[in-house]
């Protein structure tokens, strides 16, 4: 799974409030309901003088799932046409907001959840 992270990234590090603009992504491996792995991957998408979307960074390592605090609405469709499942979460750590998903208490973001005034 990936979540946008700030430019420390990694699992001490808060969820960024914008998706596209987060400096880092967090990729987080979960087997048996416990952290496997992390990697920190820096956003070199559009936002920072890049040529793919966030969007396109994270398919290209094959996520499944993405958890944050919102995206825009091309965001969300670029992903769930890959089959990632966009969860929904509050501010806070990145392992804080693991522990909610593994316990299942986070959801799954809607359309209307998606944050449209983003015009990219």
Same mark, same amino acid.
């Given at each position: 799974?990936?979540? *946008?992270?700030? #430019?420390?990234? !990694?699992?001490? $590090? &808060?969820? #960024? *409030? ?6 880092? #992504?967090?990729? +987080? $491996? ?9 990697? =920190? ?12 979307? *966030?969007? $396109?960074?994270? =398919?290209?390592?094959?996520? /499944?799932?993405? =958890? %944050?605090? !919102?995206? @825009? *609405?091309?965001?969300? &469709? ?5 089959? +990632?499942? =966009?969860?929904?979460?509050?501010? !806070?750590? +990145?392992? $804080? +907001?693991? !522990?909610? #998903?593994?316990? @299942? ?6 359309? &209307? &959840?998606? %944050?449209?005034?983003? /015009?990219?």
């Amino acid at each position: 799974m990936a979540i *946008p992270t700030g #430019f420390i990234g !990694g699992l001490e $590090d &808060e969820i #960024f *409030p914008h998706f596209g603009k987060a400096p880092t #992504f967090t990729l +987080v $491996d979960i087997k048996n309901n416990l952290i496997y792995s992390t990697e =920190i991957i820096k956003n070199s998408g559009e936002h920072f003088g890049g040529n793919l979307t *966030p969007s $396109d960074i994270l =398919i290209e390592k094959n996520i /499944k799932a993405l =958890i %944050c605090l !919102g995206a @825009g *609405p091309r965001a969300l &469709e670029k992903l769930r046409s890959e089959n +990632v499942e =966009i969860y929904i979460t509050m501010q !806070g750590l +990145v392992k $804080d +907001v693991i !522990g909610y #998903f593994i316990q @299942g208490k986070l959801h799954k973001m809607s359309n &209307e &959840e998606s %944050c449209s005034d983003h /015009k990219h």
